[in-house]
C-alpha cells in the first residue's frame, strides 16, 4: 500500500511539474526595454496650452510619435496626414503624440492656426537628442516611432509619413 501511495505521489508531482513547466514554455518571455526606451516612457514634456503631456500614462497603448518643427515644410505638410490618422487611430485604443522641437511661443503662436486633435508636447531643441536615442541617427525633422502595447518601438522613420502608411504602420500592431 505504501509503494502504491508512492508511485501515485510521484506521479501526481510529475504532473504538476509537466503543467507548470508547459505553461512557463508557452508564456512570451517578459519585455525589456532599453535604457532610452524607458527614459522616453518615464519623460513628460509641458503642453502648449499648458499642463504636463506624461509618456507613462500612455504606456500600454500603441503610440505614433512624431518629432515636428514649425520651421520645418515637411513636418507642417505632414500634420494634416498625422491629425487623420490620430483620428482613425483612437478608435484602435492608440494615441498620437507630437513633440515640437522649437520655441514654445512658436509652436503656441502655430497651433493657434492650425489646431490638431492629437496631443502637442515641447520638447525644445533638445528634443533633437530625444529623437537620436529612439533612433533618429542624423537628427533630422520629421522623425515617426510608432510604439506597440509593451512600449517598443516598432517602427520609424525619418521623413514626412502619410496617412495611409500610418494605417498598414497600425496593421502590423
Not at 541617427?137 to 516611432?145: I, M, N, R, V, Y
Amino acid at each position: 500500500m505504501k509503494r502504491r501511495h508512492l508511485v501515485l505521489g510521484a506521479a501526481g508531482a510529475a504532473a504538476a511539474g509537466a503543467g507548470v513547466g508547459w505553461n512557463l514554455w508557452r508564456q512570451p518571455p517578459p519585455v525589456v526595454l532599453d535604457e532610452n526606451t524607458l527614459a522616453f516612457w518615464q519623460a513628460a514634456f509641458t503642453r502648449p496650452e499648458g499642463g504636463e503631456l506624461a509618456m507613462r500614462s500612455m504606456f500600454g497603448q500603441p503610440l505614433v510619435l512624431n518629432f515636428w518643427a514649425t520651421w520645418c515644410p515637411p513636418c507642417v505638410k505632414e500634420m494634416p496626414e498625422l491629425d487623420r490618422f490620430a483620428k482613425a487611430f483612437a478608435s484602435q485604443g492608440g494615441r498620437v503624440v507630437g513633440l515640437a522641437v522649437d520655441n514654445p511661443t512658436a509652436v503656441r503662436q502655430f497651433l493657434a492656426k492650425t489646431p490638431v486633435s492629437y496631443g502637442i508636447g515641447l520638447a525644445g531643441f533638445d528634443g533633437t537628442e530625444l529623437s537620436r536615442k529612439l533612433g533618429n541617427s542624423t537628427g533630422a525633422l520629421p522623425f515617426t516611432a510608432m510604439f506597440d502595447r509593451q512600449g517598443r518601438i516598432v517602427q520609424r522613420k525619418l521623413g514626412e509619413t502619410t496617412h495611409d502608411e500610418l494605417l498598414g504602420w497600425a496593421k502590423t500592431l
